[in-house]
C-alpha cells in the first residue's frame, strides 16, 4: 500500500543501551518491530583518581587545547567536577581552550553549554582529528584528550607527541556489560535463524561484545555467517571500522550527521528497496 510504513513487516535487532529507548520509539513509529538486547552500559570510571587530577589541570586552565572524542565523555567530566567542587572553575577552564570535536556529540553536549566547537575534525574518526590538526603548528601546547572508553588512542596520542604536543589523556567512563551472556547467545542464535531483517550498531563497543561473546561460547562462525545474511547497519565510520576490522561488511550508514535519526531514516530507505529474508 502506498501509505504502509516503511519498515512494516522488518524484525531490527538493537544492541544500544544509552538511548534504546529513543531509537526504539523512531523505529516502531516507521512500522517496525524491534529486538532490544543492549551489549554495554556505561558506568563512570572505577578509579577517578586520574580523572581528578585531569580536572584539576583544567581547572586551573592549564590546557591550550581540549579534544573531545564523545559526548558522553564531557558530560561525565562535569559531572565529576560537580560532585568534586570544581564545576565553576572546570567550566572558565573549558571555556578557555581551544575545544576540538571529533563529531557532532561532543559538538552538541559543548552546544548544552552555551560554547561551541571551536575545530570539528573533518570525519568523525580519530583520522579525521588527525587531518585535521596537521597542518596546525601544536609544538608545546597542553592538550587535555578525553578518550573514548579505555581505549588508549595509541594513533592519536602518538600523532601529538611527533607534532610536539603535551598530550594529556583522560578516561572518565568504561564500557560493562548489559546483558547476561545467555540473552547475547539468544541474540546470536536468532540472527542465524533468519527471524531478523538488520541490526543496528551504534557503538564499536557493541560489535566488540558481540563478538567476545561469540568467541566465548564457540558461536564465532554461527555470528560471522548470520550477519552475512541480514542487513547490517552502523551508525557512522567508527563502528564501521570496527565491524571492517572483523571482516563483516556495513549495508547502511547515514551519509553524513551520524546521529540516531539519521540512522533510522538510513534503515528505512535501506530495507524498503531491499528483499525481506522472510519472504
Not at 96 to 102: F, L
Not at 140 to 146: E, H, L, N, S
Not at 251 to 256: G, R
Not at 263 to 271: K, P, Q, R
Amino acid at each position: 500500500m502506498a501509505n504502509e510504513k516503511p519498515l512494516a513487516g522488518r524484525v531490527i535487532a538493537l544492541p544500544e543501551t544509552r538511548e534504546l529507548e529513543r531509537l526504539v520509539g523512531l523505529l516502531e513509529a516507521d512500522g517496525a518491530t524491534t529486538l532490544s538486547c543492549p551489549l554495554v552500559s556505561i558506568v563512570d570510571a572505577p578509579d577517578s583518581t586520574l580523572v581528578d587530577i585531569w580536572l584539576a589541570t583544567l581547572a586551573n586552565g592549564e590546557f591550550d587545547d581540549l579534544i573531545f572524542l564523545t559526548g558522553e565523555g564531557l558530560v561525565r567530566l562535569l559531572a565529576r567536577a560537580e560532585r568534586t567542587g570544581l564545576a565553576v572553575q572546570a567550566l572558565a577552564g573549558l571555556k578557555k581552550a581551544r575545544r576540538i570535536t571529533r563529531g557532532p556529540k561532543p559538538a552538541r553536549a559543548l552546544h548544552e553549554l552555551g560554547l561551541a566547537t571551536d575545530v570539528p575534525a573533518t570525519q568523525p574518526t580519530t583520522q579525521g582529528i588527525i587531518d585535521t590538526l596537521s597542518p596546525m603548528n601544536l609544538t608545546g601546547r597542553r592538550i587535555g584528550v578525553q578518550l573514548y572508553g579505555t581505549d588508549p588512542n595509541e594513533r592519536l596520542m602518538t600523532f601529538l607527541a611527533s607534532a610536539g604536543a603535551i598530550a594529556i589523556p583522560v578516561a572518565p567512563y568504561i564500557y560493562a556489560p548489559a546483558s547476561h551472556e545467555d540473552k547475547v547467545a539468544g541474540l546470536i542464535e536468532g540472527l542465524a535463524n533468519g527471524g531478523i531483517d538488520a541490526i543496528a550498531f551504534t557503538s564499536a563497543s557493541q560489535v566488540d561484545r558481540l563478538f567476545q561473546v561469540a568467541e566465548s561460547r564457540q558461536l564465532l562462525e554461527v555470528l560471522i555467517g548470520a550477519l552475512s545474511r541480514c542487513q547490517v547497519a552502523a551508525v557512522g565510520p567508527i563502528v564501521f571500522e570496527a565491524l571492517a576490522d572483523r571482516g563483516v561488511r556495513t549495508d547502511i550508514m547515514p551519509e553524513k550527521s551520524f546521529v540516531m535519526k539519521r540512522l533510522t531514516n538510513a534503515l528505512a530507505e535501506g530495507l524498503g528497496r531491499t528483499p525481506s529474508p522472510q519472504t
